[in-house]
């Protein structure tokens, strides 16, 4: 499945339905990256636990700022969801361990690009005027691509995952304030990697017009697998986590 047909399909069961109310939300995302990640060279064994920290050692731990973006139907007691964001970071740091073929010591420049995809849908098994309880099921597009480069070697290591989820998620309702969160989790042997994928997120919502939201919330990614990627062996315990606003258009 190609990423961006998530986005087809999550709102695709609501194609004909005339009931359904739309809401599109965007805003800046403030996030980062943190945790560790090893990678094999070509000569020797690969050891797993020789791992460098993401903002100690390759310096890819500062909070940045991408674009967030979320399209979202609901009917009376279903809801479908997409939403998406980027982060892109770079740094200089010192590798404390080997990385692939670069010797632990040396100096290097690194990259983080990192692409989220995700579509949700939830059916209602509470559903009254003051609270929403949802079950059902999330697929999550994860990509995460660490460049190291030295003098005069370089190390481009690529690692993509679908992965399919239970999902849940909660809403409590005070007048023209809602406040919720969603949890989606699995462990899965999904594409480049096999380990533990979280997709968590916090939220509070305030609607200012029957066509106009103001929201903020907290997002929360885990990414704790190892595998093969790029042809080498690698082995990341990674979260990427965030602060966002935004406003949202009802239709």
């Known amino acids: 499945m190609a990423p961006k047909s ?61 674009a967030f973006g979320r399209l979202q139907a609901d009917t009376a007691e279903n809801r479908f969801r997409a939403q998406s964001f980027a982060l892109n970071e770079g740094g200089q740091g010192t590798l404390a361990q080997p990385y692939g073929d670069i010797a632990a010591g040396v100096q290097v420049d690194t990259a983080l690009r990192v692409s989220t995809l995700a579509a949700n849908w939830s059916h209602a098994i509470v559903h009254t005027e ?9 697929v999550g597009y994860y990509r995460c691509d660490f460049t190291v480069r030295a003098a005069a070697s370089r190390e481009e290591t690529i690692a993509k995952s679908l992965v399919p989820m239970p999902f849940v998620e909660g809403e409590l309702f005070f007048g023209d304030v809602a406040l919720g969160a969603s949890f989606a989790g699995m ?21 200012v017009t029957s066509e106009f939201q103001v929201f903020g919330g907290y997002r929360y990614i885990l990414l704790d697998a190892g595998g093969t990627a790029t042809n080498r062996e690698f082995d ?15 239709f």
């Open 6 to 66: 998530l986005f087809l399909l999550a709102l695709s069961p609501l194609a004909g339905c005339a009931s359904a109310v739309y809401r599109f939300d965007a805003g800046p995302i403030l996030a980062r990256a943190n945790g560790d990640v090893a990678v094999a060279g070509t000569a020797s064994p690969f050891n797993s636990a020789a791992k460098n920290d993401v903002a100690a050692d390759l310096d890819l731990g500062d909070t940045s700022m991408s």
């Open 130 to 138: 003051n609270l929403r309880l949802g079950v059902g099921a999330q």
């Open 187 to 207: 462990y899965a042997d999904a594409g480049d990697a096999r380990g533990r994928f979280f997709d968590a997120e916090v939220f509070a919502r305030w609607t």
């Open 236 to 250: 990341a315990d990674v979260t990427i986590d965030g602060l966002y606003i935004g406003v949202g258009v009802c």
